[in-house]
């Protein structure tokens, strides 16, 4: 092993994780003696010198761990310590070769620093940026696998789309599953249908994809639970917006004959969403996509409050066309403008869902009663 590391990047839960990783390569056991953690807005150079330089209680292996790391920063922040970087400088020219220092930081740090430059002599300097979908799906894979539970490589890519790409959130989401599927030692679609927290992307991802495929039984569904979660109709309205955005680029590169995996690493995303959307989105014209795609962009900026937002959008916002997928589509911005009406929920307690749904689509009038 190294006896010093940087670490940093924007993936702050696997630069943890390396971290402890590193610990436990090193130490036998970790306890608050030779696992040491510094503060470094709190704590000197200095300060973090000496305790590389003593000993650890029990033996002389310790591991060091510097928090916010701010000197190594091209631009370091103000903070109330003052840095002598040239006390860490002389450590590196006379290193504890007991001691295993790591300095972390979740920023981007300056490479042109004469003190990165010693410590890449002397160590390792690795960056940990956001995975991707495709890496997260690889983790989820080899993660179960150590539990001696088994997921197949496609129920692993709809948990990354399933739940919030985010790596510390998949880490809680496995947690639940692993405990869950730990008698059956397989974990299912279902299985994470049923645990985990899906997702405000995944909601308005499935809203435009059961419009676009006329699936309305699940539509109903997909608004119930957008209603009922109280979202920002404006927020959900730029999701939608951008969700017909990649179908339009999806369908024009199909229309290339791009294969689904190019047009997936052409347009940065994940295989399993150029899939779905490739499915959704067969049956219709480029021409068509962009027409709601640009109508979304330019009716959308008109909202300001929730209270004028439906008769606002009734006014200014209706696609003026007879085709029964625009019909479709005003019946649905009608009801997402309804979301976040005060009085609606009252509504929905005295009737179902699904009869509040009805009502609107079927183009009754329900101000009154709301």
Same mark, same amino acid.
């Given at each position: 092993?190294?006896?010093? =590391?940087?670490? =940093?990047?924007?993936?702050?839960?696997?630069?943890?994780?390396?971290?402890?990783?590193?610990? /436990?390569? =090193? !130490?036998?056991?970790?306890?608050?003696? %030779?696992?040491?953690?510094?503060?470094?807005?709190?704590?000197?150079? *200095?300060?973090?010198?000496?305790?590389?330089?003593?000993?650890?209680?029990?033996? %002389?292996? /310790?591991?060091?761990?510097?928090?916010?790391? %701010?000197?190594?920063?091209?631009?370091?922040?103000?903070?109330?310590?003052?840095?002598?970087?040239?006390?860490?400088?002389?450590? !590196?020219? %006379?290193?504890?070769?007991?001691?295993?220092?790591? !300095?972390?930081?979740?920023?981007?740090?300056?490479?042109?620093?004469?003190?990165?430059?010693?410590?890449?002599?002397?160590?390792?300097?690795? *960056?940990?940026?956001?995975?991707?979908? /495709? *890496?997260?799906?690889? =983790?989820?894979?080899?993660?179960v696998a150590k539990y001696d539970v088994k997921i197949s490589k496609v129920d692993a890519e709809f948990l990354v789309n399933y739940t919030r790409l985010d790596f510390a959130n998949i880490k809680k989401e496995l947690e639940k599953l692993l405990l869950y599927c730990d008698d059956k030692k397989i974990i299912t679609r279902e299985d994470i249908e049923l645990l985990a927290t899906r997702s405000l992307e995944y909601d308005v991802f499935s809203l435009t994809n059961e419009l676009f495929g006329k699936n309305y039984a699940k539509l109903r569904v997909v608004f119930n639970s957008l209603v009922l979660k109280k979202e920002e109709p404006i927020f959900l309205l730029s999701l939608i917006s951008g969700q017909l955005r990649m179908y339009y680029k999806v369908k024009v590169l199909l229309n290339e004959h791009y294969s689904q995996k190019d047009i997936a690493k052409e347009l940065g995303v994940h295989p399993y969403r150029v899939q779905l959307a490739a499915q959704g989105i067969r049956n219709y014209s480029i021409d068509k996509i962009m027409k709601i795609g640009n109508e979304i962009d330019s009716k959308g900026r008109l909202y300001i409050d929730f209270e004028s937002a439906l008769p606002y959008y009734k006014q200014y916002g209706i696609i003026n066309e007879d085709s029964e997928e625009i019909k479709e589509f005003n019946d649905i911005m009608d009801f997402l403008? !309804?979301?976040?009406?005060?009085?609606?929920?009252?509504?929905i307690k005295q009737k179902e869902p699904y009869v509040v749904l009805d009502t609107i689509i079927e183009g009754e009038n329900i101000n009154e009663d709301i």
């Open positions: 092993m190294k006896n010093i =590391y940087v670490i =940093y990047g924007e993936n702050f839960e696997a630069i943890n994780d390396y971290e402890k990783s590193l610990a /436990k390569k =090193y !130490l036998k056991e970790l306890d608050e003696f %030779n696992y040491v953690k510094i503060n470094m807005n709190e704590n000197t150079i *200095e300060t973090l010198v000496y305790e590389c330089r003593s000993s650890g209680l029990f033996g %002389n292996e /310790k591991v060091v761990v510097a928090e916010n790391c %701010n000197f190594l920063l091209a631009k370091p922040k103000k903070i109330k310590v003052e840095h002598n970087v040239d006390a860490l400088m002389n450590y !590196l020219e %006379n290193i504890n070769e007991d001691v295993v220092l790591i !300095l972390k930081i979740s920023d981007k740090i300056d490479s042109r620093k004469k003190l990165i430059k010693k410590i890449k002599e002397a160590g390792e300097v690795k *960056e940990f940026s956001n995975f991707n979908e /495709k *890496e997260i799906s690889e =983790y989820i894979v080899k993660t403008y !309804l979301g976040r009406r005060t009085k609606l929920d009252s509504f």
